[in-house]
């Protein structure tokens, strides 16, 4: 099954390059390296801020692009582990583990049925 682990994080929460980020992100990294070993990682990566995003629709069928998202919420997207695993149970203990490790609450979500 696969389940995707959100990690969030705000617009104060920028890079400072502090010991503590740099530790976060090698500690991350292991993670994501110790995920790929054992044959559970789908895939993972950080994401830009929402000043680099864009909104893409379509509007009387021609695609219109705009900057964005601006969302009204504080927090924002920061980054995702999506993993192929046998239950729940293992996937609520790797969200566990990145929540520990990024000092905060992360959201875990179960895909829909996946085409073979």
């Excluded at 995003?53 to 924002?76: C, S, W, Y």
């Excluded at 695993?85 to 979500?109: C, F, H, N, S, T």
Aim: proline share 3%; glycine share 10%; no cysteine.
């Amino acid at each position: 099954m696969k389940y995707l682990v959100l990690i969030y994080g705000t617009t104060d929460d920028t890079w400072t390059g502090s010991a503590e980020d740099v530790a976060a992100i090698r500690a991350l990294t292991a993670l994501k390296q110790e995920l790929a070993e054992s044959g559970e990682l789908v895939s993972s990566e950080g994401l830009s801020l929402p000043a680099d995003g864009r909104v893409v629709q379509i509007r009387d069928g021609v695609r219109v692009v705009t900057d964005g998202p601006f969302g009204e919420a504080k927090e924002l997207l920061a980054g995702y582990f999506m993993v192929d695993v046998a239950d729940d149970e293992r996937a609520q203990q790797i969200a566990g583990r990145v929540a520990a490790l990024v000092k905060d609450r992360v959201e875990l979500r179960g895909t829909l049925l996946s085409a073979p």
